[in-house]
Nanobody
Framework: QVQLVESGGGLVQPGGSLRLSCAASGFTFSNYAMSWHRQAPGKQRELVASTNTRGDSFTYADSVRGRFTISRDNVKNTVSLEMSSLEPEDTAVYYC????????WGQGTQVTVSS
């Protein structure tokens, strides 16, 4: 059974930091590119960051470049998103996604940036 389980979301003040993690199981993790997406209320889901199967190539949305860092561990089957200098506009549900022969989504974790 394929599972992607996100964790690490929560409430943080503007300028703060959070680290999101996504634990994968039920498929060959190292064969899948991984990405983080987010969806704010009333908005479409958007790509935040992605990494290739080896974890040595990365893409970032312009809005988060320089503030967010994606990384993966192909031994632990996890992908993480380190977020710093958080802004209220970063408030959203964050989802991890696996893309390969098929694609899979996690259930999401809420990030709220507010004072």
């Amino acid at each position: 059974q394929v599972q992607l389980v996100e964790s690490g979301g929560g409430l943080v003040q503007p300028g703060g930091s959070l680290r999101l993690s996504c634990a994968a199981s039920g498929f060959t993790f190292s064969n899948y590119a991984m990405s983080w997406h987010r969806q704010a209320p009333g908005k479409q889901r958007e790509l935040v960051a992605s990494t290739n199967t080896r974890g040595d190539s990365f893409t970032y949305a312009d809005s988060v470049r320089g503030r967010f860092t994606i990384s993966r561990d192909n031994v632990k089957n996890t992908v993480s998103l380190e977020m710093s200098s958080l802004e209220p506009e970063d408030t959203a549900v964050y989802y991890c996604k696996a893309v390969g022969l098929q694609f899979y989504w996690g259930q999401g974790t809420q990030v709220t940036v507010s004072s």
